[in-house]
Nanobody, 122 residues
């Protein structure tokens, strides 16, 4: 079983950049497909980005495509979400998730971190 801990959230101005990170313990991250989701107040958990265990496959939600990237560093047991040109619609709690399949459905990921808050000021 893998444990995930996110960090790096905070307050940033619209148009700015922020990188949130997820570090794994318990098992090597290279065994898992990874994803980032976000949840705004009163809304469900929304897919943001995903990356395969080998890092060969990545995909992004249309709302973040061209602005966000999901680099992973298996040797460090870390996956990041680099967020550029942040917009007022990007705030929320950002969660990393790990699972045996690469999917956009949060129910396909059995392992989750506790989340990190991202706030964007206009």
């Amino acid at each position: 079983q893998v444990q995930l801990v996110e960090s790096g959230g905070g307050l940033v101005q619209a148009g700015g950049s922020l990188r949130v990170s997820c570090v794994a313990s318990g098992r090597t991250l290279s065994s898992y497909n990874m994803a980032w989701f976000r949840q705004a107040p009163g809304k469900g958990r929304e897919f943001v980005a995903r990356i395969s265990a080998s890092a060969i496959i990545t995909s992004y939600a249309d709302t973040v495509k061209g602005r966000f990237t999901i680099p992973r560093h298996n040797a460090e047991n870390k996956v990041h979400l680099q967020m550029n040109n942040l917009k007022p619609e990007d705030p929320g709690v950002y969660y990393c998730a790990a699972g045996p399949v690469i999917a956009i459905d949060p129910q396909m990921y059995p392992y989750w971190g506790q989340g990190t808050q991202v706030t964007v000021s206009s």
